[in-house]
């Protein structure tokens, strides 16, 4: 695998489109306000989100993306999710707006804008952990698996997932409301959590966990422990978190496997 720890294109086109998201929805929100015509509020929105998207494009590119935030130094560091605070910051000052009464456009404006900034936050910030897996893993003797949560777990998402279908059809059918619809996505999202199978590399001080678009890491220092039944493995993890199960039919050598997290919980170096 090969690492990064550079701010390349595509990592910098995020946060172009990061910064003038923010923008246009401050600059739409105070336009309503201020009672502005449809258009040029209109135009106002994509003069600011194209214009702003392109300079701030431009300005990343020709002077540089700051060394602190470029994905790797930005995830050691522990701030990778303040990119998505700037959209909770966003939505609160929307709520602000409700509260005053100061105009429930400008306030709907500041809200899913600071939805779509936080939506953007979190790639970075799964952009930022992704080159960190990445780079753990480069040099080392990997090993990879495939498998789906334990039995009991799987069972306990498709209960989440059924029992919230289940709800939103009931609320559907008593209120004659048929807007929920799409929210029935969520159900089926809660359920393939149980269906789907999660990819794992797991190299000399770090498990890597999740997809090739979204990774996880858990490394040494935080594995507390390994249990193995017939029914489930599960990797404990230290703090609140739960432990992370797999199927052991899923794999076709579960003792490997389960001798390789042994032997991460017995190093006691964190890997960073």
Same mark, same amino acid.
């Given at each position: !695998? ?17 910064? =003038?998201?923010? +923008? ?33 494009? +431009? ?7 700051? $060394?602190?935030?470029?994905? $790797?130094?930005?995830? =050691? ?11 909770? *910051? ?8 409700? *509260? %005053? ?12 804008? @600071? +939805?779509?900034?936080?939506? &953007? ?5 799964? !952009?930022? $952990? ?11 003797? *990997?090993?990879?698996? /495939? ?12 209960? +989440? ?10 609320? !559907?059918?008593?209120? $004659? ?5 799409? %929210? ?8 393939? /959590?149980?269906?789907?199978?999660? /990819? ?20 040494? @220092?935080?594995?507390? @422990? ?7 493995? %599960? ?15 899923? &794999? %076709? ?12 919980? =017995?190093?006691?170096?964190? @890997?960073?």
């Amino acid at each position: !695998m090969p690492s990064t720890d550079t701010a390349g294109l595509t990592y910098r086109l995020v946060l172009a489109l990061y910064l =003038a998201t923010g +923008a246009a929805a401050t600059v739409v929100a105070a336009l309503v306000a201020d009672e502005a015509t449809a258009g040029l509020v209109a135009v106002g929105a994509v003069g600011t989100w194209l214009g702003g998207t392109v300079l701030a494009a +431009a300005a990343l590119g020709w002077v540089g993306v700051p $060394r602190w935030l470029h994905p $790797r130094p930005l995830y =050691a560091a522990g701030r990778s999710w303040l990119p998505a605070l700037g959209g909770l *910051v966003l939505a609160s000052t929307g709520v602000g707006v409700v *509260v %005053s009464g100061r105009g429930a456009g400008a306030a709907a404006t500041l809200l899913l804008g @600071g +939805a779509a900034v936080a939506t &953007l936050g979190w790639v970075v910030r799964a !952009m930022a $952990r992704n080159a960190e897996a990445r780079a753990r893993l480069d040099g080392s003797e *990997v090993v990879a698996w /495939q498998a789906r949560p334990a039995k009991r777990r799987r069972v306990a998402w498709y209960t +989440a997932g059924g029992l919230f279908v289940a709800v939103v059809l009931g609320v !559907m059918l008593w209120t $004659r409301d048929w807007s929920f619809l799409g %929210s029935l996505g969520v159900g089926i999202a809660l359920a393939a /959590q149980g269906a789907n199978r999660t /990819q794992y590399w797991l190299g000399d001080r770090t498990l890597v966990y999740g997809n090739p678009q979204v990774r996880y890491l858990l490394v040494a @220092g935080d594995v507390t @422990g390994v249990r193995h039944t017939d029914a489930a493995i %599960s990797i404990e993890r230290r703090g609140w978190r739960p432990p992370r199960t797999l199927d052991p039919a899923d &794999l %076709s050598d579960p003792r490997a496997v389960v001798a390789a997290l042994d032997r991460l919980a =017995a190093t006691t170096d964190t @890997g960073g």
